[in-house]
């Protein structure tokens, strides 16, 4: 064939081979009936599959009013304050003396006070002598009469203190008497103290003020240090928005103080010394505690103690007092022929003493903690360990040589007291002497003096009912911020971590918080303290188990690429085919369609 010349068509016997034969062509029904098997596989998919998978594998958030959870942990919502009410009586003071030196100390306490939310209001009390009267007697006052200069603080429920005002002739100078079973005051001073009413200075006025701002100065510095220590904590924290459902980045004035704050005294150098000592002393709240209080002796005396009569004469009514603050359980237990630590040195005779004495330094490792059975703080609060050690008759008395004592106290864990008691010479008496509870007294009021620190009671004050009525303000307020600061934490982790659950339990939970923190509040405004502790109890339990509810905390720890590792293997042999198939027909009716459009 020439170059050039046109190619002749091929036949149909040279384009298709006579071996290959097309398909028959689908007939509309079987095409119809393939359209219909894939629509209906994604009709299921769609249909039923989807929903059932989304309503198995949703997450249930319950609603929970965030801005007010972040408002109680900014202090936006509670400025506690607290007013202590303290009765004057004056058994021996015509009525009118009596609100003459109320007004006079109640105006040097405004001028003395430096710290706003803690003041004190003095009302006048029920015994004193009435106007146009002469005898000396003591009448009830009329239901309803208070002092006319603090009508406010009629609501208040509860006295701090009573001031006992007692005229006594002989007397140089005004004196201060504090008792140490009971929250009064007696103040014994020279009748010539009272001036006339047209007189300017008022030195028992004076007197008296100084004496009850030295009374509540370590309260005072307590309380701005707890109030302080939140402001500095919460400082930075992330909060909610309004109308926003994002973490906003700090707070909008950063570095200011917290809205609950006043203005803070600076406490004196040997108060700042002694907050800083009940840092470290001082046991973490818990609404129970546990004492153990454990006899131990190096031989196999003495064979028995009185320590229930013990306990409850000497120990019981302190912890029923306590009780208002937490719960306490007691039990004993003793063990003989368990001698001290072998790493401390031996007991050293002092000639000119005659004692023995052991080294301060041997102090820490004195517990036979190899030895002696000590319960370890298990269950549902911390336990603390009483000790109470009585020596060989050959080495006692026994004392620390640097300070001439027999007791100290082991930060957070308990006290040891070396009981040094005067045994018979004779073998056999000493075998078969016991303790009485007279024996035991000294150590149970050691191991009171003990648990009043461990607890964080001021131990300026020598009143033990002072000491916890400071306890329980300081407790309450600390348990109001401590359920604030829970709740601002809770509402920040639900805004950042939009796919944990909330069960319906911790939005009745952050409700309970809520209505008992309003509570806990309006209590301290009124003054009514031991109220305001027990909601504060209830805030800061419902808080904490908002917070740890378990289901919620499971969550935390399930990211979603552990659900593409779990979906993956399930969805991939199934969506491929029904991908591929449905591409397919959609392929097909595609082509035909422009194939079509290509006829003329």
Excluded at 190 to 210: E, G, M, Q, Y
């Amino acid at each position: 064939m020439s170059e050039g010349s046109p190619v002749p068509p091929a036949t149909a016997t040279e384009a298709v081979p006579a071996s290959i034969k097309r398909p028959p062509p689908e007939s509309r029904e079987s095409v119809r009936v393939r359209q219909l098997v894939i629509l209906s596989f994604w009709a299921i998919v769609v249909c039923f599959g989807l929903p059932t998978w989304l309503w198995t594998t949703s997450i249930y958030r319950a609603r929970l009013p965030l801005q007010e959870m972040t408002a109680w942990a900014e202090g936006k919502l509670c400025r506690p304050s607290f007013p202590l009410q303290i009765v004057v009586e004056a058994p021996l003071l015509q009525e009118n003396d009596v609100l003459r030196v109320i007004r006079a100390t109640q105006h040097a306490l405004d001028d003395q006070n430096d710290f706003p939310l803690h003041h004190l209001r003095l009302r006048l009390g029920t015994s004193h002598i009435p106007p146009n009267s002469s005898q000396h007697t003591s009448l009830p006052r009329e239901s309803g009469e208070i002092d006319k200069s603090s009508a406010d603080i009629a609501k208040l429920q509860e006295d701090a203190l009573t001031i006992t005002l007692v005229p006594q002739n002989g007397l140089t100078a005004a004196r201060a008497e504090l008792q140490s079973q009971s929250a009064s005051l007696n103040i014994l001073y020279p009748p010539h103290l009272v001036p006339p009413a047209s007189s300017t200075s008022f030195p028992l006025a004076t007197f008296i003020a100084a004496h009850l701002q030295d009374i509540f100065a370590e309260e005072r510095a307590l309380i701005s240090r707890t109030l302080n220590a939140n402001s500095v904590s919460a400082s930075g924290q992330s909060a909610v928005g309004p109308g926003k459902s994002s973490v906003v980045s700090t707070n909008p004035a950063a570095g200011a103080k917290d809205q609950r704050l006043g203005n803070f005294e600076v406490p004196s150098s040997d108060l700042a010394a002694r907050l800083a000592g009940r840092t470290t002393r001082t046991l973490r709240y818990a609404p129970t505690y546990h004492i153990t209080i454990s006899l131990f002796s190096p031989g196999g005396w003495p064979s028995s103690w009185d320590i229930e009569s013990a306990i409850s004469e000497y120990l019981a009514p302190l912890l029923r007092s306590a009780s208002v603050i937490s719960e306490f359980t007691v039990d004993t237990q003793t063990q003989l022929y368990a001698s001290f630590s072998p790493s401390v040195q031996k007991p050293e005779y002092d000639a000119s003493r005659r004692v023995w004495t052991l080294r301060e330094g041997d102090l820490s490792g004195f517990i036979n903690a190899a030895e002696w059975p000590l319960s370890p703080s298990i269950g549902a609060g911390p336990t603390l360990n009483f000790i109470i050690y009585v020596p060989d008759p050959s080495t006692s008395p026994l004392v620390i040589r640097e300070r001439q004592a027999n007791s100290w106290l082991i930060p957070q864990w308990g006290g040891v007291v070396i009981l040094n008691t005067s045994f018979s010479a004779h073998p056999n008496e000493n075998q078969a002497a016991g303790l009485s509870k007279e024996d035991i007294q000294p150590a149970l009021l050691v191991f009171s003096h003990q648990l009043l620190s461990f607890l964080g009671a001021p131990q300026s004050s020598p009143s033990v009912p002072l000491q916890l009525q400071t306890l329980t303000r300081v407790r309450a307020v600390s348990l109001l911020l401590s359920a604030s600061a829970t709740m601002g934490s809770l509402a920040r982790l639900t805004v950042a971590l939009p796919s944990i659950a909330i069960p319906e339990t911790v939005s009745e939970a952050v409700d309970v918080t809520l209505e008992h923190l309003e509570k806990t509040c309006n209590a301290l405004k009124d003054g009514r303290f031991t109220a305001a502790l027990e909601n504060a109890k209830i805030a800061e339990t419902a808080a904490e188990r908002g917070f740890f509810e378990k289901s919620m905390v499971g969550q935390v720890y399930f990211p979603d690429e552990h659900k593409v590792a779990v979906y993956l293997p399930l969805l991939g042999p199934v969506g491929v085919p029904l991908i591929m198939s449905a591409l397919k027909e959609i392929k097909r009716i595609w082509t035909i369609r422009r194939s079509k459009k290509q006829i003329p």
